[in-house]
């Protein structure tokens, strides 16, 4: 049986991972996107970089084959299989509380950027930043004339996208809480979603 770790809705986990190892991320239940991040182990000063991801691939949106590279523009995290339909986003920054604020919340509101600081923070850990996520399984086309629109996550129930970690890492994953936009399905209402970690370092 795997060994699942959840990610439960609203909530982040981090994750040690060795160079090699794999994970795999599972939309357990449909439609959750899932803010990720990656850190160099030895220096949380280098993490997973979207925008220099984009100058490495020459795309904005990464697919099977594809390595995500840091802020210092070396390979981080491998993209190895994908089941999910294979839409993510790379252009929009973490939910924070903020965000909620702006869009009529009044008190507290869980946000992606406090699930990656309480992440961390159960690890001894502290961001040098909130980095600009991987928004796993979030859909956010762009239009013609470059607009961009916040969308369902079209990831089914059950599927995952299984990435390999090239260098010893901090993996932080946070079931966006985001429930005023339907990013997480028509419903509005965040999820639980589970990983695994495998292979030898
Ligand atoms: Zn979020």
């Known amino acids: 049986m795997p060994d699942l770790t959840t990610v439960p809705a609203r909530k982040g986990k981090a994750a040690i991972l060795a160079s090699s190892q794999k994970l795999r991320l599972v939309n357990t239940y449909g439609q959750q996107v899932v803010d990720t991040w990656a850190f160099n182990r030895a220096d949380m000063a280098e993490f997973m970089s979207t925008e220099h991801s984009h100058a490495a691939l020459l795309k904005i949106l990464?697919?099977?084959?594809?390595?995500?590279?840091?802020?210092?523009?070396?390979?981080?995290?491998?993209?190895?299989?994908?089941?999910?339909?294979?839409?993510?986003?790379?252009?929009?920054?973490?939910?924070?509380?903020r965000r909620y604020e702006m869009l009529g919340v009044a008190g507290h509101h869980d946000s992606c950027a406090d699930n990656l600081r309480a992440a961390l923070a159960e690890l001894g850990l502290a961001p040098p930043e909130i980095p600009a996520p991987l928004n796993m399984f979030m859909n956010i086309p762009v239009g013609a004339g470059g607009s961009v629109s916040f969308e369902p996550s079209i990831a089914g129930p059950g599927s995952h996208v299984?990435?390999?970690?090239?260098?010893?890492?901090?993996?932080?994953?946070?079931?966006?809480?985001?429930?005023?936009?339907?990013?997480?399905?028509?419903d509005c209402t965040p999820k639980d979603v589970h990983f695994e970690i495998f292979g030898s370092p």
Do not use: K
């Open 62 to 97: 990464p697919t099977t084959g594809d390595t995500m590279v840091s802020n210092r523009r070396r390979p981080i995290l491998t993209f190895l299989e994908d089941t999910s339909g294979g839409i993510h986003d790379t252009l929009i920054a973490a939910c924070d509380a």
């Open 162 to 186: 299984t990435l390999r970690a090239e260098m010893d890492l901090v993996v932080v994953f946070s079931a966006c809480p985001q429930d005023i936009v339907p990013i997480n399905g028509a």
